[in-house]
């Protein structure tokens, strides 16, 4: 069981989040006023963080405060609300209307890899997921117990995916935070970047398993439970 707070404005999506999350066996506190949700942070120990906001500010306060997964809801559901949301500290947004089950796998995708990453990381700033370890002080990776070489520019974009592992990257974002640059139509900048780097940690890169394409959604690291 998990401790979950919730922070929301919506009274219906409150309960309904409840409803689900108490059902997948984790322990929901809900809070209505953004300053009371922000303040119980630092009074109970919580595993996950559900926040119904639309402005980054107030991501970022949140992000400020606590480290545990943070995802978001959005009513704002454009890409550039997301994107602000993302770069402000969120780990995952997703837009309303909610789809439930979507969101629940969700949370619970945040959560197990919040605790592998903790697993991991015994004082040192260590990546361990589907067979590919990032060390973040040493920039070495190793992919399946063997050293890997990479560019600066393929490490930068691998560590991005991993510290944001199972969810869904847009491409422009990733150019934004790789390159820092606004995106000027160079989807091939990125493109060539994820294939080179599929051809060095994918056992198959033609059938690639870990770096997950979506057509018109982007990028994913992918958690593999048999890796």
């Known amino acids: 069981m998990s401790e979950i707070l919730v922070i929301g404005k919506t009274d219906s999506n409150?309960?309904?989040?409840?409803?689900?999350?108490?059902?997948?066996?984790?322990?929901?506190?809900?809070?209505?006023?953004?300053?009371?949700?922000?303040?119980?942070?630092?009074?109970?120990?919580?595993?996950?963080?559900?926040?119904?906001?639309?402005?980054?500010?107030?991501?970022?306060?949140?992000?400020?405060?606590?480290?545990?997964?943070?995802?978001?809801v959005l009513s704002d559901n454009s890409e550039s609300g997301i994107i602000k949301c993302l770069k402000a500290g969120a780990d995952d947004c997703i837009g309303m209307p909610l789809r439930m089950g979507e969101f629940t796998a969700r949370v619970d995708s945040k959560l197990e890899l919040y605790k592998r990453l903790k697993e991991h990381r015994p004082g040192r700033d260590i990546i361990s997921i589907s067979g590919v370890k990032l060390d973040m002080n040493s920039r070495n990776v190793e992919v399946r117990g063997e050293r890997?070489?990479?560019?600066?520019?393929?490490?930068?974009?691998?560590?991005?995916?991993?510290?944001?592992?199972?969810?869904?990257?847009?491409?422009?974002?990733?150019?934004?935070?790789?390159?820092?640059?606004?995106?000027?139509?160079?989807?091939?900048?990125?493109?060539?970047?994820?294939?080179?780097?599929?051809?060095?940690?994918?056992?198959?890169a033609k059938h690639p398993r870990i770096i997950e394409t979506r057509w018109r959604e982007g990028y994913c690291f992918k958690v593999l439970q048999d890796a």
Request: glycine fraction near 4%.
């Open 14 to 72: 409150n309960e309904m989040i409840r409803d689900y999350l108490e059902m997948h066996d984790h322990d929901v506190t809900i809070e209505t006023d953004e300053n009371a949700g922000l303040a119980s942070l630092k009074e109970k120990r919580f595993a996950l963080v559900i926040f119904e906001c639309d402005n980054d500010a107030s991501v970022a306060r949140c992000r400020q405060r606590t480290e545990i997964p943070l995802i978001v």
């Open 148 to 204: 890997c070489r990479l560019t600066n520019k393929e490490y930068e974009l691998l560590k991005y995916l991993m510290l944001h592992a199972e969810m869904m990257i847009d491409g422009k974002v990733l150019y934004r935070e790789i390159w820092g640059d606004d995106y000027n139509g160079s989807k091939a900048t990125v493109v060539v970047h994820v294939r080179k780097l599929r051809e060095k940690i994918e056992e198959n």
